[in-house]
């Protein structure tokens, strides 16, 4: 039997790892490669895909997830502060392209409606392309990265007026779209209001539930539950899936569970996100660029540099300097993949024909492959500019803003994962000492708790690459594994040592026979439970047969340094005690109390002499909670007192009358 969406999965997954593995050797992104996937195996190429309405499907749950976790990754606060250029900035950028694409639409005979229309389509960027890279390359917080966020969060806004006002340029009725569009946006702010209210009231309460479970399952189906929901929800009011996919992450971004989402649903995200990549290169007709090349590249070229030098000037009135400004121009100038919604809107009310129809899909899928070089290069084009005698204002910003002070990042701290009863001793010891620490912990209860006493602990997993980077992994000089779970233990040494080569890894484990197992994992030291008890009981005893401290510390510092071998080994003995005597034969230490009525209460050992009348010497007398080492010979024997003699067991026995009444 043949399942069509299946068979097409297993080509696309396929098709896209040879492709990749060689995009990898050449050094090149692998957005490319995905789209290369889909020109070969699309309907213009190879024709492999068959079920091509399924994949758009999976690919708008990947746009859905990536959307989902840049609004993990980010939080209310953080949108607030790019608010500016949200508004102000999202707003000249696609009007003054609309602005400028008409024109030149106009200039080359295009018909008014068209040359608005081209101006809708052009203005959009790809906002899963450019979110994607600049989350790769750590830029989202820079200057440039938080501009291109706003205006592709307020082209996600747009799109939707203008689906509704196509109709319009086609000859539809004006009076019916002006109320669906006042009708839309009363729904939109109802709904918007009800997704805030959840995120304040709702959702803290329901993942905190879900978290207390300690069950992966339940957590990850109820983080994607909550995405999806919150982008049906928007979707259902007229807004895009993608904008409610970005609003669901905020919700989740303002609980102290948004890392441990965030490494659950990242494999999903990227593994779709393939799908929403394939599928635009499917939409490429190898044919029309094969006849129309010098066409294409030019359009494409074209629209490029115009959407980079409007988006240039554009955050240069924002307050950027010159290289933020060049960096955040060159980030969006590819057109969009909302492009496409639109495009195919335009299509169904004859507003483009069959050649305009697909030399647009040409610019948008060649703009989009060009964008991870373009943005790869962006640093390299704005230094070359700098170099020119610009003036300084320009360079600095025409009226830089004021910029927010990032929170102190940790610095040469102390990571503990795990906060029971060892993980906490080990945090108390880096406060007293002054340490900088963090703790990563799965219990949700812990986590709340401890957090409202003011310990630097988050919620999480810490096999999740997210999880440890909130915890600043790659400047930790320590990190301290005490979890009571084995095969856990061995999972997070292994990526631990993956995420970070200089961390001292110390890691804590119950049994023996998981010791080597995390030394070839990459643990720089392995403490077994059992055996640092056996150490403990073996000092201890030690101890009682007499033999000095000193010595002690030695033996257990060979121990450690021996890997625990000697308690390892069932028979034979280490050299270390081959000279050891560890007892005193002839000799016997016991405590004796002090009876009313006794002889000995009330006298002194000059009065006594046990050492010349019973060949006995007194080496400590215990007086209520105070104990007197190597006693005064002139000090007086009292009822109750423990005095601890040392002798021959016979001569102990001789004076053991002393101590009794008569």
Excluded at 62 to 79: A, D, M, Q
Excluded at 464 to 478: C, K, N, R, S, Y
Aim: with cysteine; hydrophobic share 50%.
């Amino acid at each position: 039997m043949e399942i069509p969406l299946l068979t097409d999965i297993v080509i696309i997954f396929g098709l896209s790892v040879a492709v990749l593995l060689v995009f990898h050797l050449l050094k090149l992104p692998v957005v490319v490669g995905f789209l290369l996937t889909g020109i070969l195996a699309g309907p213009h190429g190879f024709g492999l895909i068959k079920a091509v309405h399924e994949v758009e499907i999976l690919a708008e749950i990947g746009v859905i997830l990536l959307l989902f976790t840049i609004g993990i990754e980010f939080s209310f606060k953080r949108l607030i502060q790019i608010k500016q250029q949200v508004m102000i900035g999202g707003a000249l950028q696609v009007g003054l392209t609309i602005m400028v694409v008409f024109f030149i639409a106009r200039h080359f005979g295009m018909s008014l409606k068209v040359a608005v229309f081209y101006g809708f389509l052009i203005s959009l960027s790809s906002t899963a392309i450019v979110l994607r890279l600049l989350q790769e390359r750590a830029e989202i917080d820079a200057p440039h990265g938080r501009s291109a966020l706003g205006i592709l969060l307020f082209q996600d806004v747009i799109i939707v007026p203008m689906i509704l006002i196509t109709p319009i340029l086609a000859g539809g009725k004006s009076g019916q779209v002006n109320s669906d569009i006042f009708f839309l946006a009363a729904k939109g702010l109802a709904i918007v209001i009800v997704i805030l209210a959840a995120a304040k009231w709702l959702m803290p309460w329901l993942l905190h539930q879900v978290a207390r479970t300690r069950s992966k399952e339940l957590f990850l189906l109820s983080v994607v539950g909550i995405c999806l929901s919150v982008a049906w929800l928007t979707a259902s009011a007229g807004l895009s899936l993608a904008l409610g996919a970005f609003i669901a992450g905020l919700i989740i971004s303002e609980s102290e569970y948004s890392h441990q989402a965030l490494g659950n649903i990242l494999p999903f995200r990227n593994v779709f996100n393939s799908f929403f990549f394939v599928s635009i290169g499917m939409l490429l007709d190898t044919g029309f660029l094969v006849n129309s090349p010098l066409l294409v590249l030019a359009v494409s070229g074209g629209v490029l540099a115009i959407k980079a030098m409007i988006t240039m000037g554009i955050a240069m009135l924002l307050g950027l300097s010159l290289r933020s400004a060049i960096l955040a121009g060159l980030s969006i100038c590819q057109v969009g993949e909302f492009s496409f919604v639109l495009s195919k809107t335009g299509v169904d009310h004859a507003l483009l024909s069959t050649n305009q129809y697909q030399l647009f899909l040409a610019v948008a899928v060649l703009t989009m492959a060009a964008s991870p070089f373009i943005i790869t290069y962006a640093p390299q084009v704005a230094h070359r500019i700098l170099r020119f005698p610009l003036p300084k204002r320009l360079k600095t910003g025409l009226w830089p803003l004021s910029e927010k002070t990032a929170d102190p990042i940790l610095k040469q701290h102390l990571i503990i994962i795990g906060f029971g009863l060892n993980g906490r001793n080990v945090a108390r010891a880096a406060k007293m000492t002054g340490i900088p620490y963090m703790i990563i912990e799965m219990s949700p209860d812990t986590v709340k708790k401890e957090r409202a006493k003011g310990e630097p602990i988050i919620y999480g997993d810490a096999i999740h690459d997210e999880v440890l980077m909130h915890a600043h992994i790659e400047d930790a000089t320590v990190v301290v594994v005490a979890i009571n779970d084995p095969a856990a233990t061995r999972e997070i040494t292994e990526h631990l040592r993956r995420m970070t080569s200089k961390a001292h890894l110390i890691i804590r484990t119950r049994f023996l026979t998981e010791m080597q197992a995390l030394y070839k994992l990459g643990a720089d030291e392995v403490i077994p439970e059992e055996f640092e008890t056996s150490v403990e009981i073996f000092s201890r005893v030690l101890s009682k047969y007499l033999i000095p401290k000193d010595e002690i510390d030695k033996i257990v510092v060979h121990l450690r340094a021996d890997g625990y071998e000697m308690f390892r080994r069932l028979s034979g003995k280490s050299s270390f005690f081959a000279n050891l005597n560890l007892h005193l034969p002839d000799n016997e230490l016991t405590a004796m109390r002090v009876k009313v009525n006794a002889p000995i209460a009330g006298k002194s050992l000059s009065e006594l002499q046990l050492r010349k009348k019973f060949g006995v010497t007194a080496l400590a007398v215990r007086r209520n909670n105070q104990t007197f080492s190597n006693p005064d010979v002139e000090m007086p024997f009292m009822v109750e007192d423990v005095v601890y003699i040392m002798g021959p067991p016979k001569k102990i026995a001789e004076c053991a009358r002393l101590f009794n009444h008569d």
